[in-house]
C-alpha cells in the first residue's frame, strides 16, 4: 500500500511538472491541465490504473515489433497510453489534453505531443524517484 501511495504521489509531482512547464509546439501546448492539486492526483491514479492494467498487455502484444526496433516502439507506447489516460480522464470530467487530443482527432501533432509528453514524464519521475526513496 505504500509503494502506490508514495507512486501515485511521485507520478502527481511529474503530471504537475508537465503540465506547467512543457512549452508549447507549433501553435498549441503539448499537454495541458488546468485543474487544482486534487484532479492531478487523480490524474496520476488513473494514469497509474492504465499502466498497471493495460500497459504490460500492449507491450507483451508489442514484443515482436520491440525487438525488431530495438525497444523504441515503447515511446509510442508510453505515447499511447497518455493519450489513453487522457480519454479517461476527460470521461470523468477532468480535463487532461494531450495536444489536440480527445477534442479532435488524432493527427501526427498530437501524437508527437504524446510521445513527448510521455517521455517528461517518465523522466521526471525516475528523477523524483531517485530524490525519494520508496
Not at 508549447?24 to 501546448?29: N, R
Not at 494514469?47 to 500492449?58: A, C, S
Amino acid at each position: 500500500m505504500r509503494g502506490f501511495v508514495v507512486g501515485t504521489v511521485i507520478t502527481a509531482i511529474a503530471f504537475y511538472v508537465l503540465t506547467k512547464t512543457l512549452p508549447e509546439y507549433t501553435g498549441f501546448d503539448l499537454v495541458t491541465y488546468d485543474g487544482d492539486l486534487v484532479g492531478i492526483v487523480v490524474l496520476s491514479v488513473i494514469f497509474g490504473l492504465v499502466n498497471g492494467f493495460i500497459g504490460p498487455i500492449v507491450r507483451m502484444l508489442a514484443l515482436p515489433i520491440s525487438f525488431m526496433t530495438m525497444g523504441l516502439i515503447g515511446f509510442l507506447i508510453n505515447g499511447g497510453l497518455l493519450l489513453l489516460t487522457a480519454v479517461i480522464a476527460n470521461s470523468t470530467g477532468f480535463d487532461l489534453t494531450v495536444g489536440d487530443f480527445p477534442p479532435d482527432l488524432l493527427t501526427a501533432d498530437t501524437l508527437v505531443a504524446a510521445v513527448v509528453g510521455a517521455l517528461v514524464l517518465s523522466v521526471v519521475s525516475t528523477v523524483v524517484r531517485l530524490v525519494v526513496p520508496d
